[in-house]
């Protein structure tokens, strides 16, 4: 079983609406990372917090908002989104920053978001 | 640059039977290298990894990857399939050389399904 939780598991939101997603972990693991899947299509990764610091926004749009509360706390707030943004979005965690190659990132059982 | 290859969209076997999941790569250094899983309307579950060391790298769930350097490849195997195998598969590779850059670099997937 996963050791990243994320919440809630389905997220119904019309195109006006606000909503958030959360995700935590308890592996003591200090970058995190939100990614976003479409169906039978690899991640892609979103943005990714090293020590609680944003490292790396993949030019994803403002619409999107993340933001890292402590070490095993990840939220991304949500607004104003698009029928397209309607996708898996999955929270990750790996020890570490996010540039030690080795590493390897654990994903958690994602939020499954409809946009309507 | 680096990417990853999963030559094959969908791999058919039967159960009982030997599996093996395709993945070549390329990249400029020494390459990390990532097996993910992923079942029906879950999120991505960690198999292996190859960092260094022995080639044959064994993982979750019986299944082991073989890392070729000169043919780049690390095809994911297990000896003996079951249906309950019938997922999602991704390759996926980090550059330890890449600076900044080390993000991981995902294969398209293969669907893997095991008929009884």
């Known amino acids: 079983d996963t050791e990243v939780t994320q919440t809630p598991k389905h997220l119904v939101m019309g195109m006006t609406n606000k909503k958030s997603l959360k995700c935590e972990q308890h592996?003591?693991?200090?970058?995190m990372y939100w990614y976003k899947q479409k169906a039978k299509k690899p991640p892609e990764l979103m943005f990714v917090?090293?020590?609680?610091?944003?490292?790396i926004n993949e030019s994803v749009p403002s619409r999107f908002s993340p933001e890292c509360p402590n070490s095993s706390l990840l939220n991304l707030h949500l607004h104003a989104l698009q029928p397209e943004d309607s996708a898996l979005y999955l929270c990750?965690?790996?020890?570490?920053?996010?540039?030690?190659?080795?590493?390897?990132?654990?994903f958690g059982e994602g939020s499954w978001l409809t946009v309507v | 640059a680096q990417s990853v290859a999963q030559p094959e969209d969908q791999v058919n076997v039967a159960e009982g039977n030997p599996l093996t999941v395709k993945c070549t790569y390329s990249?400029?250094?020494?390459?990390?290298l990532f097996w993910y899983v992923q079942y029906p309307n879950r999120g991505l579950q960690f198999l292996l990894k190859?960092?260094?060391?022995d080639n044959l790298v064994k993982g979750s769930y019986g299944f082991e990857a073989e890392f070729n350097k000169s043919q780049t490849s690390f095809h994911l195997k297990k000896p003996s399939a079951l249906v309950s195998d019938s997922a999602l598969y991704f390759c996926?590779?980090?550059?330890?050389?890449?600076?900044?850059?080390?993000?991981?670099?995902w294969g398209l997937g293969t669907s893997l399904a095991v008929n009884p």
């Open positions: 592996m003591g693991h200090r970058a």
């Open positions: 996926a590779v980090r550059d330890p050389s890449a600076g900044n850059n080390r993000k991981l670099i």
């Open positions: 190859y960092i260094t060391g």
């Open positions: 990249v400029s250094g020494n390459p990390y």
């Open positions: 990750a965690s790996s020890q570490g920053s996010q540039g030690r190659a080795g590493n390897t990132i654990y």
């Open positions: 917090y090293s020590y609680e610091k944003l490292s």
